[in-house]
């Protein structure tokens, strides 16, 4: 393997958005080790619990979910006085935005400490205006999502196909209710990588030579960054350039 390029260091995260069974969960934790980074994943549900005072189970059952999952136990926190960073009026009225939000704090402060690999949570919208973040979306076609989640969870086809529903569901209607954002679309991503043909670790490559070039996209002005830079302008017109009539 050769040896990491330095100039990474300059981007503080990467955000993994996913399909469930394209392996992009398990893209994160073998990026997040070829890098040397901290991997922030579940840790997110285990944080907000502590703040908010539920029990994990509580917030796993909420995590990447629409509302209304325990709406019931995050409106009884809103009506005691919290305990620890949790302060009364931190916090809008709305249960749903409140541990809405929390995450985002947890996310906010996962990139102000730098070099983390976020998966998920709404992250790549959230800090879609930080230029030293890379933003990947993992996919992959359904029937060799079926046969991931089946191998890996012990699940019958049918079983996988279910869960694979419910996932995409639970983080469409997530991302939409928050955010008003739809995760499929491409504008949100630097790269989308389909595992169709690619193996776990050559997508690992990918994002490691992704991160390498957008690094490098750092000493210049975005003004400067796009398609048009770097190229001369066409000798003579397009074949399909058309001048208006008079």
Same mark, same amino acid.
């Given at each position: 393997?050769? =040896?990491? !390029?330095?100039?990474?260091?300059?981007?503080?995260?990467?955000?993994?958005?996913?399909?469930?069974? $394209?392996?992009?969960? =398990?893209?994160?934790?073998?990026?997040?080790?070829?890098?040397?980074?901290?991997?922030?994943?579940?840790?997110?549900? &285990?944080?907000?619990?502590?703040?908010?005072? *539920?029990?994990? =189970?509580?917030?796993?059952?909420? !995590?990447? %979910?629409?509302?209304?999952?325990?709406?019931?136990? /995050?409106?009884?926190? /809103?009506?005691? &006085?919290?305990?620890?960073?949790?302060?009364?009026?931190?916090?809008?009225?709305?249960?749903?935005?409140?541990?809405?939000?929390?995450?985002?704090?947890? *996310?906010?402060?996962?990139?102000?400490?730098?070099?983390?690999?976020?998966?998920? #949570?709404? $992250?790549?919208?959230?800090?879609?205006?930080? %230029?030293?973040? /890379?933003?990947? %979306?993992?996919?992959?076609?359904?029937?060799?999502?079926?046969?991931?989640?089946?191998?890996?969870?012990?699940?019958?086809?049918?079983?996988?196909?279910?869960?694979?529903?419910?996932?995409?569901?639970? %983080?469409?209607? +997530?991302?939409?209710?928050?955010? #008003?954002?739809?995760?499929?679309?491409?504008? /949100?991503?630097?790269?989308?990588?389909?595992?169709?043909?690619? $193996?776990?670790?050559?997508?690992? !490559?990918?994002?490691?030579?992704?991160?390498?070039?957008? &690094?490098?996209?750092? &000493?210049?002005?975005?003004?400067?960054?796009?398609?048009?830079?770097?190229?001369?302008? +066409?000798?003579?017109?397009?074949?399909?350039?058309?001048?208006?009539?008079?």
């Amino acid at each position: 393997m050769d =040896e990491q !390029d330095p100039v990474i260091d300059e981007m503080s995260a990467v955000t993994i958005s996913r399909e469930y069974g $394209s392996g992009g969960g =398990e893209i994160g934790v073998r990026l997040a080790e070829r890098l040397g980074w901290t991997l922030i994943d579940h840790e997110i549900v &285990a944080s907000v619990a502590q703040r908010l005072g *539920i029990k994990h =189970e509580e917030a796993q059952a909420r !995590d990447e %979910r629409g509302a209304g999952l325990v709406t019931r136990v /995050l409106d009884a926190l /809103l009506t005691t &006085a919290p305990e620890g960073p949790v302060q009364p009026g931190d916090f809008p009225t709305n249960s749903n935005d409140l541990y809405h939000q929390t995450v985002c704090r947890v *996310i906010e402060e996962a990139f102000h400490t730098r070099h983390g690999v976020i998966v998920g #949570r709404g $992250s790549q919208v959230l800090l879609q205006d930080c %230029r030293d973040v /890379l933003h990947v %979306r993992v996919i992959a076609p359904l029937e060799m999502r079926i046969a991931y989640v089946s191998r890996r969870e012990g699940l019958t086809e049918a079983a996988a196909r279910a869960r694979i529903q419910s996932k995409e569901q639970d %983080r469409n209607r +997530y991302l939409q209710s928050h955010y #008003r954002r739809n995760p499929q679309d491409p504008w /949100l991503y630097d790269l989308i990588v389909n595992t169709r043909g690619l $193996s776990l670790d050559d997508a690992v !490559d990918l994002l490691v030579a992704a991160l390498e070039r957008k &690094a490098r996209q750092m &000493a210049h002005p975005a003004s400067e960054l796009g398609p048009g830079a770097d190229v001369a302008r +066409y000798r003579g017109h397009p074949e399909d350039f058309r001048t208006a009539s008079r």
